[in-house]
């Protein structure tokens, strides 16, 4: 696999921000059942980077096809296309510092406009659409910037209290520069009551975080006539300076 | 007041859910035609340097019952200790080596198979030399935060025994926590998320 960076950018070689555990959720959230008998109890064990968290793996534009960002046609028979609210989601991956991190890839899933996943653990009653399989990616460019084309998911119930609805959502998996800024999120969209209900969600404590999840609708970046658009930024953990590094710990 | 910092906060993790594969590994639940392959599915060929292992990893809860819907990602050192990453400034890593491979548990037997090499050693912040190591990563329902850890190898007794890492373990008998078990060419590891075996995961 080539393993260009995406950036004429000179690497960062220094540690990240310690991981602001309080703003994300515990591992525990007993609202949230799966994660009773699946949270680790004892503390964490903590320490500086070393390089096997500060490296990480880097992927190329050349894996990426044509309609990886496409999740409207990337499943769907030739001239048909996924049923739904069609939408464009664009939006920057930055760091802690604000600076947007090229070269990263983001891959992103999703249920279909139905609320129905295409899994066979999946049994809830909307069908499937034979034309959305539910799976995209792309890779951030220069400034960060990345976009996907898909339809509006639905929401769906779930197994957990006995009348839970996720609320839309598009689930996101993003790497940085180093493999200790691996992260998977969820995106949500404004104004959906069921976010503020949902035991996943209220699993974070602080209400600016999330806020921090939820898509904002962009008129500015919709596509006349076809599409409506949302922005959803999303921040990485900030790198440290490596100004007064490369010295043995002492000197 | 005083002047803001004016940084941004990471966003939020929330679970992979159970639909991970959909995004991850789409072949591996019957989506394909999208993808070719299943990014991070194979990470040897037959060019690539060092010792062929394999890895046996399974994830346990805290009734013992091994995940069946989870994902594990690894990450490694090739053969000479290095990192195929932008980031590695000591020289040029294995171009036949990517380092990094994703794998789903077995939804029957929730065991992950990764095929591999062992790693060499990678220097601490110090210089000293850690153990050989692979960095695992674990998702799935129920998981709010991807899990951190490391899997470290029995038969390599004196370098885990120097390892600045496994020496920050205070309570000692999590030690081999972190250690998998080598049975011929595999390396067998159960992480525990809770319990008296509970595996030590990281804040890094
Ligand atoms: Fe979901």
Redesign the pocket.
């Known amino acids: 696999m080539p393993s260009e960076s995406g950036s004429n950018r000179k690497p960062e070689t220094g540690t990240f921000f310690q991981r602001e555990r309080t703003w994300h959720p515990p591992a525990l959230t007993p609202g949230y059942k799966s994660s009773v008998l699946r949270s680790p109890q004892k503390a964490l064990l903590s320490f500086d980077n070393t390089l096997s968290e500060i490296a990480g793996p880097a992927f190329g534009h050349a894996m990426l096809g044509e309609l990886d960002n496409d999740l409207i046609h990337n499943f769907a028979r030739p001239g048909e296309s996924a049923i739904g609210e069609r939408i464009i989601v664009h939006g920057r991956v930055l760091d802690e510092r604000g600076i947007g991190v090229p070269g990263v890839l983001i891959e992103f899933w999703q249920?279909n406009a139905g609320g129905r996943y295409r899994h066979k653990k999946d049994g809830y009653l909307a069908p499937l659409d034979p034309n959305f399989g539910g799976c995209g990616r792309t890779i951030t460019g220069e400034d960060g910037g990345y976009a996907f084309r898909t339809v509006k998911p639905g929401p769906y119930p779930w197994p957990n209290g006995p009348n839970d609805w996720?609320p839309a959502?598009i689930?996101f998996s993003v790497f940085g520069h180093g493999f200790a800024q691996r992260l998977i999120t969820q995106m949500y969209f404004q104004g959906d009551p069921l976010i503020w209900k949902c035991p996943i969600v209220r699993g974070i404590a602080d209400k600016a975080a999330i806020e921090a999840l939820t898509a904002i609708l962009d008129t500015q970046a919709t596509i006349p006539m076809d599409a409506l658009a949302y922005k959803f930024d999303i921040v990485l953990r900030g790198r440290r300076s490596s100004l007064f590094e490369n010295r043995p710990e002492g000197n | 007041m005083a002047q803001s910092l004016d940084r941004l906060r990471e966003s939020a993790s929330q679970t992979a859910?159970p639909?991970v594969h959909i995004g991850l590994t789409p072949n591996f639940c019957g989506i394909s035609g999208v993808y070719a392959t299943d990014l991070g599915s194979t990470m040897v060929s037959d060019k690539t340097k060092g010792e062929r292992i394999g890895l046996k990893i399974r994830v346990l809860d805290g009734t013992g019952t091994p995940l069946k819907d989870a994902l594990i990602e690894i990450w490694q050192a090739d053969a000479d200790g290095l990192y195929n990453s932008p980031t590695e400034m000591r020289g040029a890593a294995d171009p036949n080596f990517f380092g990094w491979g994703r794998c789903p548990t077995d939804m029957e037997t929730g065991v992950c198979a990764f095929e591999t090499i062992k790693p060499g050693r990678v220097p601490f912040r110090d210089g000293r030399l850690m153990a050989p190591h692979v960095t695992l990563w674990i998702v799935a329902r129920g998981i709010n935060v991807g899990l951190h850890t490391r899997l470290y190898f029995s038969d390599e007794q004196k370098a885990n025994g120097e390892d600045p890492i496994l020496a920050r373990i205070e309570h000692r008998v999590r030690v081999p926590t972190l250690i998998a078990e080598r049975q011929g060419d595999i390396y067998v590891f159960d992480v525990h998320l809770q319990g008296e075996k509970e595996t030590v995961f990281f804040d890094s």
């Open positions: 249920a996720r959502h689930h | 859910g639909y």
